[in-house]
């Protein structure tokens, strides 16, 4: 959510902000409406004011056992105008709320100006991609030829996007989580947590899912939804709460199957586990003051690179641009793995400062110095396993159709040198 009082002081700054993410210039209706109400409550509290004094003269009329007839009748007056002054201030509130709601957050002034993803800026890489003396498989086609990765009985059990793992894929799925939190939580001070797969419609109206990306959830019974990611649980830990700064920064991590119904990804990598209804991945949360946001985003950055470091797959980082950042971040670090079968890079963990804006719709603030302020609330990917696997399988593939197993893992594999 944004604060009023910044839209107010300037308008046209908010509005070039907005432009650089695609929306139409809305500040003046903003500021209108926010008029409207304000004025309607400067008009409503000084009615409340003559009510009262109103009700006191009325006390005092009765006690010296006088009439109070023309008073009473006032009292009524006053009562229908200032229920009807309520409803116009309620109506103005939503009617503000409702345009604030559907706002992405203001990118940070590092960010990138851009339209799409073509215009995402290069910011480091790591490692080199591995040459084969053989066509490197596509990930589903050395599933496959295993029998141990199966869409067609997943599409008989649940429909299109979904996928089986079996036996020793089951199991590096297991072991990458495994290894992912063990890093995380003995090395990099994340706590971590097991949350419920199951919120709240204001659970996801707080970290900015809801309203405006509904079709892109699963929604189950009249006020439950399924996680798209274990974000919104993390980050809502405290939301209408205030921290003491004693308690920050905090960071807490999470391993949770995520559900998303790929609204807009119609005819978009249909093969394989890429973009799947049901995926898992562990995610890293840190809530932390304004003044560190941007040192723990590096942070965090670090943090989920470390694992695919550690696993030996080469990689890039991105800065995305205006136009392809997530709605609540004001910043994001995208990092994309080689794929050495589609010959391409492709997304495996996104890095987002989204500064005070969740906590804002969250209600989430620290105590400092007697001063309650809102606090930065950060999210990444560390690492979505599904897509790990992938970048395993596609680099770690041998001439006779075998993958051998990362080094970091092979203590979950009784220290054997092949997957099959």
């Not at 589903?140 to 030829?145: C, H």
């Not at 003044?291 to 030996?312: F, P």
């Not at 302020?373 to 990917?381: A, D, Q």
Request: aromatic share 8%.
């Amino acid at each position: 959510m944004h604060n009023i009082n910044y839209i107010r002081d300037n308008p046209t700054e908010f509005d070039n902000f907005m432009k650089s993410r695609g929306e139409n210039p809305i500040a003046n209706k903003i500021i209108e409406i926010d008029k409207e109400k304000r004025e309607t409550q400067t008009v409503l509290q000084n009615l409340l004011a003559e009510r009262n004094l109103l009700s006191k003269t009325i006390g005092k009329l009765k006690s010296e056992k006088k009439d109070a007839v023309n008073e009473l009748a006032k009292v009524e007056d006053l009562k229908i105008k200032v229920n009807s002054l309520k409803e116009l201030e309620n109506l103005k509130g939503d009617e503000l709320n409702a345009i604030l709601s559907r706002l992405p957050n203001i990118p940070d002034l590092s960010t990138p100006v851009g339209r799409n993803e073509d215009e995402n800026t290069f910011y480091r890489e790591w490692g080199e991609k591995p040459s084969f003396n053989f066509a490197p498989k596509l990930h589903f086609e050395i599933g496959e030829n295993s029998n141990l990765m199966n869409f067609e009985t997943a599409s008989k059990l649940s429909g299109s996007r979904f996928v089986i793992l079996k036996g020793q894929l089951s199991k590096l799925e297991r072991a990458l989580a495994n290894y992912m939190l063990e890093k995380h939580t003995s090395v990099n001070g994340y706590v971590e947590m097991h949350v419920p797969y199951l919120v709240k419609a204001s659970t996801l109206y707080g970290t900015g899912q809801l309203p405006k990306f509904a079709e892109d959830l699963f929604q189950a019974g009249d006020d439950h939804w399924l996680i798209p990611t274990a974000e919104i649980p993390l980050t809502s830990l405290y939301s209408n709460e205030i921290l003491n700064i004693s308690q920050l920064p905090m960071r807490v991590t999470s391993y949770t199957p995520c559900f998303r119904s790929e609204a807009g990804a119609a005819g978009k990598d249909t093969r394989g586990m890429l973009r799947q209804h049901q995926f898992t991945k562990v995610e890293l949360v840190s809530l932390v003051e304004p003044e560190h946001s941007n040192d723990e985003l590096e942070r965090m950055l670090n943090c989920a690179e470390g694992i695919l470091k550690d696993l030996d797959l080469h990689y890039r980082v991105m800065n995305l641009c205006t136009g392809d950042m997530g709605f609540a971040a004001k910043k994001t670090y995208d990092i994309e793995v080689w794929l050495p079968g589609e010959n391409k890079y492709r997304e495996i963990s996104s890095c987002s400062n989204c500064g005070d804006f969740q906590a804002r719709r969250m209600n989430t603030r620290y105590k400092n110095n007697d001063q309650n302020t809102h606090i930065h609330t950060l999210n990444g990917s560390g690492l979505a396993v599904g897509r790990t696997l992938i970048a395993i399988l596609e680099n770690y593939q041998t001439p006779d159709g075998n993958v051998k197993i990362p080094e970091v893992l092979k203590k979950y594999f009784d220290n054997e040198k092949n997957l099959f």
